[in-house]
């Protein structure tokens, strides 16, 4: 059964960067053919996603945010994380990582409140 974690800071200041880590269980995260996605829900609106990177180390970014994200992994760890720069008010959210097999998404970790204020 394939687990995964988030895990990170839950309060940052304007300007910071934000990191947070997805650890995964049950599998390995270089398994063809899964992709590992960022995915987020401001207050009061829809799930918007963040990136992934896929099973073989490549990655993509919401267009909006591609400035300011990178997604790694590491693979000994079984983890990948996600970095946000130059944190902003409007990147508060509930940040979710999850599994993608095509256009699904099948596995999701349980979430971690991300709040930006100062």
């Known amino acids: 059964q394939w687990q995964l974690k988030e895990s990170g800071p839950g309060l940052l200041k304007p300007s910071q960067t934000l990191s947070l880590t997805c650890t995964v269980s049950?599998?390995?995260?270089?398994?063809?053919?899964?992709?590992w996605s960022w995915i987020r829900q401001p207050p009061g609106k829809g799930l918007e996603w963040v990136g992934y990177i896929t099973y073989s180390g490549v990655t993509d970014y919401r267009p909006s945010l591609k400035s300011r994200t990178s997604i790694s992994r590491d693979t000994a760890k079984n983890q990948f994380t996600l970095q946000l720069s130059n944190v902003i008010p409007e990147d508060t959210a509930v940040y979710y990582c999850?599994?993608?097999?095509?256009?699904?998404?099948?596995?999701w970790g349980q979430g971690t409140q991300v709040t930006v204020s100062s």
């Open positions: 999850a599994r993608q097999l095509g256009y699904e998404y099948d596995y």
């Open positions: 049950g599998g390995s995260i270089t398994t063809a053919h899964y992709y």
